[in-house]
């Protein structure tokens, strides 16, 4: 079966530069996958997408002209109801062979299969194989349709503009030019009002030719480039633009380099189709505003890449990514240097007058800032830090003497009450990204110190995944106590994330909340540190304890498995609810260590048992009465018990659950000793009662570390 590569390209206007890439992937894929699912490719067909500012494109390969016949069988109804008694179809049967296009002659060759509990018939046919024109017409209409387009737009076909209202089309952008080519040939289908032909347009301004034409399929992104000066694959045109910006940061000189910044190189390369890296730089006092503003104003309004030291410090010089490639590049380095001094000359204004009032005047305004309708205003919500903070600071001072007491406890009572005053800042209200980071800006310039400087700079973190935590203990209190306040907060109304809905990032702070408790090995219990929590928000709030509890062991045990901790492993230690989650990864360490142990398997189904059977029994005592011990093997099994569990506790209150959990690998023997010869259900009640409690004493010492019988297959 000959074939040949096809080519589909959508010319429109200029598309939405964040959803780019993913529309260019899903019409490419959609319409690979309907090709596939008709049989117009072959076994080793692929498919490339292509996306520019003003095009979506897809190559695939091996595409046959028309699909192979196939054999299909049809169920049709049981055999009761298309038969009669004596075999005569029945009305229904003919109506339904009608339906599918076949007579009356054709019962003769219905089949009788199993169907369930019944027989059904089955009528065997030939399906003739789509055309490239049918299944492509096909395929192209579902991959419109299935496009996931941000926001949907109505206009009229060129063609009808004299009948306002008639033949609309809704797309993404309004539609100029369809070409499908299958090798050489145009492949007659229509999309949005469009007959596909073999040419296109290039780029606005610096195409060689106008309407660049395709001699074929596979020539299109070379004909495209040399006529139409347009880089059309979109990995192709961002590695250039890389590529680009790496070699004028060379050409600066100074160890100098761009911002890197995947998101904004992703949105560049979806403004631009073919990038020319430009030069550009703006005045040095500038320099004087905090770096943040500068380096957001240039990358959110201008999508400029600042240039940065070696130290990562900013520069005066910026990297433009132009979409033509002048003679004379001057006029266009010399208009975006005029388009960005505004800017910078904004953040400028902003920074100098937000310095004329300090933080702590911004307070009182925060009672004016509604929060949630439920909770309250900014203000309130402040004094809950506060006092969540407090709570916590007093807690760890009692332990922590170096901590430094007072001035300690002060200092986060400062950082607390101000934590949020930048959120009235003239630049916060312009670019909310950088709360928190300019309140440390302004609590250094009050003379604030830099302990309660970067601990409000810091609250917020970690605001993702691999942030870096809050540099110093003040900050960490605070960040602890702003997410403790929105999960307890958001919990106690009843405000949870459903599905893939999580307005307030619940979810992420309850992962911040378990990175800070066990990397910064924060000596509190987590029940303990909720507990502290609840009281802040008086009688606004149920308590929320248990259900917050539940969410944030399950936030941790999602991040272990994706740490590399097997399902078991995860499962055996949280089954415990460790309350110091600095003790997870050791405890995770030892029960690693003691699954390798030839001891482990048999020991974890032995407590398996013993918990099976300990949840059959009432209330059981951990006491044993030597006395009453009378079989040689619970003897034995006791006095294991008496010379390996002192240590074994000894090692696990020392922190070192790993020869803890060796040490009791030696009672291996001896509890298969016990289930080989004991009745522990015996008839007689004070012997019963003994084995249970000896079974218990030993499950509660096994298990210290970890529900060993989690470990069990």
């Known amino acids: 079966m000959s074939t040949h590569n096809l080519l589909i390209e959508l010319f429109v206007e200029e598309l939405p530069p964040k959803a780019l890439q993913k529309l260019g992937d899903a019409f490419a894929n959609i319409l690979f996958e309907q090709l596939q699912a008709q049989g117009l490719t072959t076994a080793d067909a692929s498919v490339t997408p292509f996306a520019s500012p003003r095009r979506l494109a897809a190559h695939i390969t091996h595409v046959v002209a028309q699909a192979a016949d196939r054999a299909v069988q049809q169920k049709l109804m049981p055999v009761a109801v298309g038969l009669d008694a ?3 179809p029945t009305p229904a049967l003919l109506k339904k062979l009608q339906a599918i296009g076949a007579g009356p002659e054709a019962v003769a060759q219905l089949k009788r299969a199993p169907d369930g509990k019944a027989e059904a018939l089955f009528y065997d046919s030939v399906a003739h194989g789509a055309s490239l024109a049918q299944g492509l017409q096909k395929a192209l209409d579902e991959a419109i349709a299935k496009l996931p387009i941000p926001k949907v737009m109505s206009y009229q076909l060129e063609s009808d503009c ?3 209202g008639w033949s609309s089309v809704k797309f993404v952008r309004p539609a100029h030019s369809l070409v499908a080519l299958h090798g050489s040939t145009v492949v007659p289908v229509k999309a949005l009002g469009l007959t596909a032909g073999n040419s296109t347009q290039g780029h606005r301004f610096e195409a060689r030719v106008s309407p660049v034409v395709f001699q074929d399929a596979d020539h299109y992104a070379a004909t495209l480039a040399q006529d139409g000066a347009v880089i059309a694959s979109f990995v192709e045109r961002r590695d250039e633009i890389a590529r680009q910006l790496q070699a004028a940061a060379a050409q600066v000189g100074g160890g100098v380099r761009a911002i890197d910044d995947a998101a904004l190189l992703d949105e560049v390369t979806a403004l631009v189709e073919r990038p020319n890296v430009l030069i550009c730089e703006f005045e040095k006092q500038f320099l004087d505003v905090p770096q943040e503003c500068l380096i957001l104003t240039m990358k959110a309004n201008q999508k400029y890449f600042p240039l940065l030291d070696a130290s990562g410090k900013l520069t005066h010089q910026f990297l433009v990514v132009s979409n033509i490639t002048p003679d004379d590049a001057s006029a266009v380095i010399g208009g975006n240097e005029r388009v960005v001094r505004p800017r910078l000359a904004d953040a400028k204004f902003f920074f100098d007058q937000d310095r004329k009032k300090t933080l702590a005047s911004r307070v009182e305004g925060l009672g004016k800032v509604v929060y949630h309708n439920k909770l309250g205003t900014q203000g309130e919500r402040t004094e809950r830090v506060r006092a969540i903070a407090l709570g916590m600071a007093q807690l760890l001072t009692q332990n922590n003497a170096a901590l430094g007491g007072a001035a300690f406890i002060q200092a986060v009572d400062s950082a607390a009450l101000l934590a949020k005053t ?4 003239d630049m916060v209200g312009e670019f909310p990204e950088l709360q928190g980071i300019m309140g440390g800006y302004y609590a250094r310039h009050d ?5 309660v400087a970067q601990a409000i700079e810091d609250h917020y973190k970690p605001r993702f995944a691999g942030d870096a935590l809050p540099r110093n203990p003040v900050g960490l209190v605070v960040a602890l106590a702003d997410k403790l306040e929105t999960l307890v907060g958001m919990f106690g109304i009843g405000n949870l994330p459903t599905g893939d809905k999580d307005p307030f990032a619940l979810r992420r702070h309850a992962l911040g909340l378990v990175r800070m408790l066990r990397e910064a090995n924060v000596p509190l219990g987590l029940q303990d540190v909720i507990a502290q929590a609840v009281p802040a928000f008086g009688g606004l709030i149920s308590d929320p304890s248990v259900a917050l509890t539940a969410f944030i062991y399950d936030r941790l045990s999602g991040s272990l498995r994706e740490q590399g901790y097997s399902a078991q492993e995860v499962e055996a230690v949280l089954a415990l609810h460790p309350q110091r989650l600095s003790d997870v990864s050791h405890r995770l360490t ?37 006395i009453l011990l009378q079989e040689p093997a619970e003897k034995a099994l006791y006095t294991a018990m008496q010379q390996i ?6 090692q696990f209150e020392a922190g070192d659950y790993t020869a803890s959990l060796q040490t009791l690998a030696a009672l291996r023997e001896p509890v298969d000793a016990f289930f080989d010869g004991v009745m522990v259900n015996a008839e007689q009640m004070d012997l019963r009662l003994n084995r249970q409690g000896l079974l218990k004493s030993l499950h509660l010492a096994m298990n ?3 529900d060993l019988a989690c470990l069990a297959s």
């Open 86 to 88: 004596s075999g005569t």
């Open 162 to 164: 004299e009948l306002p």
């Open 590 to 626: 030892a029960v690693r260590a003691f699954a390798a142990l030839p001891e482990a398997a048999a020991l974890a189904a032995a407590n398996k048992r013993i918990g099976n059977i300990l949840k059959k029994a009432q209330e059981v005592d951990a006491h044993v009465s030597e």
């Open 447 to 451: 003379g604030l110190g830099d302990d």
């Open 645 to 650: 569990t002192p240590l074994a506790q000894t």
């Open 704 to 706: 210290r570390v970890a």
């Open 422 to 425: 930048d959120l009235l800042t």
